[in-house]
C-alpha cells in the first residue's frame, strides 16, 4: 500500500504531477460520481506515454474503494504551491493550464505535459468551485462568453424572439421610459398614452380576426403582453384589459354581427371597455353573481340591473375610462333563468359622461398596479337592445324563446369562460416576464456587488460567487427557462384550439397560471432580498414588479380554486361518478392506468445516486409521473371510503381539500416539465442541449427537493438518494454560475429598460 | 360476527341508539387515536344503566382491529335522519344534545339517554368537522366564546398588555388615525409630527436611565416600538431610529459626558440624530467601511471624510432631519488604525441648514417605509472636537493616544455591536406585529366572507370553513404565539444583562430576527392572499404591511448573514479552533455533547404515531435538539474533512455555507420552542394550559414539517409517523378553528384601529 502514503515530490514518479491539479480539485469536493471517475481513468489509461508506474499510482488514486487520505491531498496542495505555477483563470482552461505548468516545473523529465482540456470541458467543474484553493483572487472572470446570449433567447423564446425585438424602437421613445409613479391619476393617463400608441401600431388588434384588423396571431400578441411588463405592470394589465378581455369577450362570445360592430374598434382603442365579470360578493364563484339580464319582448330589450348595494360589478379595470363594458348577467328569459350570459352594455357617452342608471367609483389606491383604472359599478334598470346579448353560446329568438346548442347551463357557463382561457395563459406569462426582469436585475448587480473577504485577498468576493446566493438565483433562472416552453406550448394549443372539449386545456392552464405566478412572485422576492436595502428602492425596479405581480396570483381566478380545477381535470374520468355509486368501477380503471407507474419501486432505484441516473429526464419524469398518479390513486380512494360511509361529497370534498390542492400541483409541474422536454428535444446542436438539458435537471431537482417528504412516505427514495438529489441541486447551480449573464440575456429583456436601473446598468 | 352486519334500526339493542352520532363522526374521520377511543371505551363502560348486550355492541364497534364496515355506517347516519332528530349548531353541545334527541326518538326504551357531554368535551371534534354531515348548514356558528381574547392578550403579552392599553387614548386623535400616504414629503412630515407626539408624552426616553429622562425599561420601549406598527411602519421606523439607534448609541457607545449632553435631548426629540453606519459599498459588511475619523492633536480634533464617492453613508434614516449624526468610521490616531468607532457629528444647524462639509441626499421612494426620510451622506474634512468621540470601548487620553480596554480591534468592533442587539430585538418585534395585524385583519374578514356552496344549502359557507384557508392562516397564528414568547424573553435577558459575553444572547437575537422576520413577511403575504383582491387595496392596510415589513429582512442585519452568525454562536467552542490543527479536539467535545441526542433512535419511536406523543413538548423539543445538535456535528465534521484536505479555511466555509444556513435556522427554531414553553409552564389554570399547549403542538409540528425530508434522511422519522403528523397539524387547525376570534383578540391590537379597516371593521 506504499501508493497511499504521504511522499514528498522527488517520489512521485514521472507523469504523475500534470495530474495533481485536478486530482485536488475533485477530491477536495465531496460528490464524486462513478461518471466522473471513469472521465479521469480514460484521460490517464489514453495517455500513452505515461510510465506504468505514474499510471499504476494515479489509477489508485481514483479508486473510490482506497481514496487519498487526507494527508496525502494535503501534499499534493503543498507540491502545487511550492511549483511556483501560477493559476490563470482569465485562459480559457484555467485547471488545464496549471496542471501544465506545474508538470513542467515539477516534472522536467516528462518533457510536455499532456493535454488536460477534456477533463476540464467533461467534469463540469467551474473555476468558482476551486479558485480559492490555489489562492488566487485577483481579477477572477465574473462570467463566461461560452453561450451567447441571444442564441439562448432564440431557443427559449422560438418566434417570439423576433416579436421581442420588433418592440425595441419603443423602448427609445420617451413616453416609454420607466419613471416612478406615485399619483394614481397622472400614471393612469400616462398608460392610457402608452396603450393608445400600442393601438394605432396594431398591436393590440393582433390576435383578432384578419377581418377585425388583426392577423389571427394569438402568441404573437402575447409576446407583446409579457413585454409590457418589462416597462410597466400596469401597462400590461391594461393592454390586457382592453385588447385580451373586453376585445376578446366580443370575439369568442359574440357572434358575426357583434365583432363587425365592435371588434376592429376595440382593437384600435376608438372604443375602450372592460370586461364586468367579478362582483363584491362573487369573486372565485361567478356563476354565483347576482346581476340580471332580463328579457323584455315588447321592446326587444335586456334590462341589466344591480340588485343589492353589494352586488356591484367590482375591480373592474378600465372603469373609469370605458365606454360599453361586457357584463355578465344572469339571463332572465320570459321569467325563466337561463344562467349567466354577457352582455355588452354602453358605460359612457362619446364625451366620456356616464350614462343614465350606471354609477362607477374607483377602487382607490392599490399595492400596485396604479396605473389601472379600477373601479366598481352598478346598474339601475339599464336597458339595452336585445342585439347587444353576446349570443354565441345562447341567444333570444324573434319570438323571444331562449336558445342554445348547450342544453346544460352549466355546459353552457363553463364553455363560454373555457373561450377566454387564452387570458389566463397571458397572466401567466406576464408574471413569468416579471420575475426574469426582477431575477436579470438581481443576477445583474451579483455580478457587480462585492462584499466580505477575508484578509489575505486583493479584494472582497462578488456576491454571485457565495453559495447562498447561487442557491437564490439559479435554480430560479432554471425554472423560467422551464415555464416559458410550458406557457408557450399551451399558447400554441389554445391558437391551434377549433372547437372541440376544451376541458383538458382549460385545467392545463389553470394549474399553470396557478404555479407560475406563485412562483413569479416568490422569485422576484428573492431578487429583493438578494439586492438587500438596494432591491427596496423603487428605482431599481423589484419593488414596483414585486406589488404589480403580487396580485396576479389573485386575478383571472385565485390560485387556491385554479389548483382545485387543475386537480379536478386530472380526474376527469373519475368526475361523473363523484355523486354515482360506481366508485369501484372508477377505481378499476384508476388502478389499472396507474399499475404501470405506481407498482412497487425497485430497491435500487430507491437508491440509485450517480450523476448519469439523477441528470436523466428519464428520472424526472418518471419522478414527476409518479406523483401526479399516486396522488390521483390515493385521493379517489379517500373519497371512495368516505362516500361508502355515507357522507356527503360537499363534505368529503372539504376533507380532502389539501389533497387536492397537492395533486392540482403536481399535475401542473409534470406536464410543464413535459413541454420543457419537449423543447430540449427540438435543439440539435450538443453545446445548447447540453445547457438546456442542465438548466431541466436543475429545475426538476429542487421541484423534487421541495416534495421530498412525500417521496420519502412513498418509499420512492432512501435517505442516500435524497441526499445525493440536494447536493446535485447545489452542484448544478455551480456548473452553471459562469452562464449567469447568457442565461439572463437570454431572457431577452429589452437593453434599453436594462440600462434605466441603476443597479443593473453598465458602468 | 353478528354484530358488525348492517341491521336496521329495530335490530340494535336498547342503549346504543344515542351513541350513533357520535360513532358516525368519529368513524368518518381518518383519525382515530388509541387516546380517543380509549374516552368513548370509557363513557361506555361508565354508563351504569347501559344494557349488557348494547355494551358489547359498543364495544365490538370501537374495537380498532375490527372497525365497522362502510355499509354499518351509512346505516347509523340513515337511522339519524330517520329518527327526525335535529342538529342546532347554536346550542353549548350540538353533537350531545343530537345524540339525546336521536336516543329518545329511536329508543325510546331507555327512558333519559345518557349524558355524552363529556365526549364532546374531550375528544377535541369541532362543529366545522361534521356540520355538513348532518346537512344542517343554517346559521353556524362562526366562533366560540369559550375563551377571553383579553384573557389571552395578557397570557401572552405579560407586563407589555397594560403598555398596549395605555396606547388607547392615541388611536382616538386625529393624528394617529390611519390614511393612504403616496407622497413622501407629506407622509414624512406627518410621521414626524407623530414621532414627536410620543416624544412628548415620555415614550422615547422609556428605556434610557432615569438621569436621561427615562425609566430604564426598555421591555416598555419595546411594547410601545411594536404598537406602533399596528399604525405605521414608517413611524415604527421613525421611531426607533430617533430613540433606538441615535440614543441608544449615545447611551451605550458613549460616556457620562456624551449622556448627559445629549441623551436626554435625544429622548425629548429636542435633538434629531441619525445613525450613520452602512455605506454604499459596504452595508452587511460594516467592518470594511471607509469612511475615516483622523486625530489631529494640535487642534484635539477628530476630522471626519468620505474618501471615494461610493463610500458615503447610505440608507440614512432621519438623515434628512437629523440635526445630529453616530457616525462609524475608521478611527485613525497618530498614523495608526484602530477600526471601527462612533463619532457625533453635526449635520445641520437650530435653522435646519446642511453645515459645511457635509452633502445629504434623499435616497427616493422605496417600496414601503416612504414617511422615514432615507438619505446618503457624504463628509468633506468634517471637524469635530475629540470629545464628540463616542469612547466607552476606546479613547484618546489628553497626550493624544488611543487607549481601549478591549486590545483586539475585532473583539471591540463586535463589542460595540453587541450593546445595539436590543434594536435587533425590536426589529423582530415590529416585524412579528405586522405579522399579527395583517393576520387579525385575515381572520376577521375570512369570519365575514361566504363564497361558493353546494345547490343544497342555505348560505355559502364561511372562507374561515374551507380546510385550506384554514391550513393557511391557523398554523401562522400559533406561530405568532411562539415568537412573541421568544422576542420577549430575549428582551428580558437583555433588560438584565450587565456587560459581560454578550454572545450568545447576539447569537440568539441574530437568529430569531431572522426567522421572525422571514416568517413575518410569509405570514403578510398568506394573509394579503387569503383576502384576494379586498387584500390588494391600500384602504384594507395589508398591502403596506406587506411593502413596509419586507425590508426587516435586510436592515439592521441582512437575514442570511446573522443566520450564519446564529450558526456560529452554536459552534462557539468550535469557532475558536476553527484555523488552528485541534479539529479531533473539538469533535471529541462536539461528540460527547451530542452523544445523549445522536445515539441511534429507537425503532419504535420512529414510528410512534399516537396523539399523546405526537402532542407531547418533550417530543417536540427533542426533535428541535436533535436537529440542531446533528447539524452541527455533521458541519464540523465536513469543515475538519475540508481542512485535513489542505483546503483554506475560506474555501472550506463557502462548501458549507447551505449547511451554515440550516443550522442557523434550526438552532433559531430550537431556542424560540423553548421560550415558548417556558411561558407555557406558567400558565396555571388548565383551561389555559390546554390552548397554549394546543399551539405550541400546531407550531412545533408545522415546523417539523417543513423539515421533514431531514429528519426522513437522519432515519428520525419513519414513514407512518411523518403521514400522521401532518394529518396532526390539519387536524389542530380544525381544533383550533372556533377560537380564531379569539386568538387575534390575544394579539390586543388596538380596536380603534381595526375599525378603520374596510373588511375588517364591524359592520
Not at 90 to 119: F, N
Not at 662 to 683: K, M
Request: hydrophobic fraction near 35%; charged fraction near 25%; include cysteine.
Amino acid at each position: 500500500m506504499l501508493y497511499f502514503t504521504v511522499m514528498n515530490s522527488s517520489q512521485y514518479p514521472s507523469g504523475t504531477h500534470a495530474y495533481l491539479p485536478f486530482l485536488y480539485v475533485i477530491w477536495s469536493d465531496d460528490l464524486l460520481s462513478a461518471s466522473e471517475l471513469e472521465v479521469i481513468r480514460l484521460a490517464i489509461t489514453s495517455d500513452k506515454e505515461l510510465p506504468a508506474a505514474a499510471r499504476k499510482l494515479l489509477l489508485g488514486w481514483i479508486n473510490p474503494d482506497t481514496p487519498p487520505s487526507a494527508a496525502t491531498q494535503k501534499h499534493w496542495r503543498e507540491l502545487i504551491r511550492e511549483s511556483g505555477a501560477s493559476y490563470r483563470e482569465e485562459t480559457a482552461y484555467p485547471l488545464s493550464e496549471l496542471s501544465s505548468a506545474v508538470g513542467k516545473a515539477l516534472d522536467p523529465e516528462r518533457g510536455t505535459p499532456p493535454d488536460l482540456t477534456v477533463l476540464e470541458q467533461n467534469l463540469g467543474i467551474q473555476p468558482n468551485h476551486y479558485r480559492h484553493v490555489f489562492e488566487q483572487y485577483s481579477a477572477p472572470r465574473s462570467f463566461s462568453e461560452y453561450y451567447d446570449g441571444t442564441l439562448l433567447a432564440q431557443h427559449h423564446l422560438g418566434k417570439a424572439y423576433s416579436v421581442y425585438r420588433s418592440l425595441d424602437s419603443l423602448w427609445e421613445q420617451k413616453d416609454f421610459r420607466w419613471e416612478i409613479q406615485r399619483n394614481k391619476e397622472q400614471h393612469r393617463q400616462r398608460v392610457s398614452r402608452q396603450v393608445k400608441h400600442l393601438a394605432n401600431k396594431g398591436y393590440g388588434a393582433l390576435a383578432y380576426p384578419e377581418g377585425s384588423g388583426g392577423k389571427n396571431d394569438m402568441p404573437s400578441y402575447a409576446a407583446v403582453f409579457e413585454n409590457l411588463v418589462f416597462l410597466d405592470g400596469s401597462l400590461c394589465v391594461k393592454f390586457g384589459v382592453q385588447f385580451g378581455l373586453f376585445g376578446g369577450s366580443i370575439e369568442k362570445l359574440g357572434s358575426e354581427k357583434h365583432r363587425k360592430a365592435y371588434l376592429g374598434k376595440a382593437g384600435t382603442l376608438e372604443l375602450p371597455g372592460c370586461f364586468a365579470m367579478t362582483e363584491t360578493r362573487h369573486g372565485s364563484n361567478v356563476r354565483g353573481i347576482h346581476t340580471t339580464a332580463t328579457y323584455l319582448h315588447e321592446s326587444r330589450e335586456l334590462v341589466i340591473n344591480t340588485p343589492g348595494p353589494d352586488d356591484n360589478k367590482e375591480y373592474i379595470g378600465n372603469a373609469l375610462e370605458a365606454r360599453m363594458a361586457t357584463v355578465f348577467a344572469q339571463l332572465i328569459v320570459g321569467g325563466k333563468r337561463h344562467g349567466v350570459h354577457a352582455v355588452l352594455v354602453p358605460l359612457r357617452d362619446a364625451s366620456g359622461e356616464v350614462l343614465p342608471g350606471i354609477r362607477v367609483e374607483d377602487n382607490g389606491y392599490k399595492l400596485g398596479l396604479n396605473g389601472v383604472d379600477n373601479g366598481k359599478i352598478w346598474f339601475r334598470e339599464v336597458r339595452v337592445p336585445v342585439d347587444n346579448l353576446l349570443d354565441r353560446y345562447g341567444g333570444i329568438n324573434a319570438e323571444g324563446e331562449y336558445s342554445s346548442e348547450l342544453k346544460n347551463s352549466n355546459k353552457r357557463f363553463f364553455t363560454m369562460l373555457g373561450t377566454l382561457v387564452g387570458g389566463r395563459i397571458c397572466v401567466g406569462k406576464g408574471a413569468l416576464a416579471g420575475a426574469k426582469m426582477a431575477l436579470g436585475i438581481a443576477v445583474r448587480y451579483a455580478l457587480r456587488r462585492r462584499q466580505f473577504n477575508d484578509s489575505k485577498r486583493m479584494q472582497e468576493d462578488l456576491i454571485m460567487d457565495y453559495p447562498s446566493h447561487q442557491l437564490r438565483l439559479i435554480p430560479r433562472l432554471a425554472s423560467c427557462y422551464v415555464y416559458q416552453a410550458a406557457l408557450d406550448e399551451q399558447m400554441e394549443n389554445y391558437q391551434q384550439l377549433t372547437g372541440g372539449d376544451t376541458q383538458k386545456l382549460e385545467a392545463q392552464v389553470a394549474g399553470l397560471k396557478a404555479i407560475i405566478t406563485d412562483f413569479a412572485n416568490d422569485a422576484i422576492q428573492e431578487s429583493r432580498e438578494a439586492c438587500g436595502g438596494k432591491g427596496y428602492l423603487l428605482e431599481n425596479r423589484i419593488a414596483d414588479l414585486r406589488s404589480d405581480i403580487d396580485i396576479f396570483t389573485t386575478f383571472e381566478g385565485d390560485n387556491t380554486v385554479l389548483l382545485q380545477l387543475a386537480a379536478k381535470g386530472r380526474l376527469t374520468d373519475f368526475r361523473t361518478a363523484f355523486n354515482s355509486d360506481d366508485f369501484f368501477g372508477v377505481l378499476r380503471l384508476l388502478r389499472t392506468q396507474a399499475a404501470r407507474r405506481l407498482g412497487a419501486i425497485n430497491p435500487v432505484y430507491v437508491n440509485k445516486t450517480d450523476r448519469e441516473h439523477l441528470y436523466k429526464p428519464a428520472f424526472h419524469q418518471h419522478a414527476f409521473e409518479y406523483r401526479t398518479a399516486r396522488l390521483t390513486y390515493t385521493l379517489a380512494l379517500r373519497i371512495r371510503d368516505y362516500i361508502k360511509k355515507g357522507l356527503p361529497a360537499y363534505q368529503a370534498y372539504l376533507k380532502v381539500q389539501a389533497h387536492f390542492l397537492a395533486l392540482g400541483r403536481a399535475y401542473s409541474e409534470e406536464i410543464a416539465y413535459q413541454s420543457y422536454r419537449r423543447v430540449c428535444e427540438g435543439i440539435t446542436d450538443e453545446k445548447h442541449q447540453a445547457l438546456f438539458d442542465r438548466l431541466g435537471a436543475l429545475h426538476a431537482l429542487e421541484r423534487i427537493t421541495a416534495d421530498m417528504d412525500w417521496y420519502f412516505e412513498q418509499g420512492y427514495v432512501g435517505k442516500r438518494k435524497s441526499k445525493a438529489i440536494k447536493r446535485r441541486v447545489e452542484r448544478l447551480t455551480t456548473e452553471l454560475r459562469p452562464h449567469v449573464a447568457s442565461l439572463v440575456e437570454g431572457f431577452a429583456i429589452p437593453e434599453e429598460l436594462m440600462q434605466q436601473v441603476p443597479i443593473a446598468r453598465d458602468h
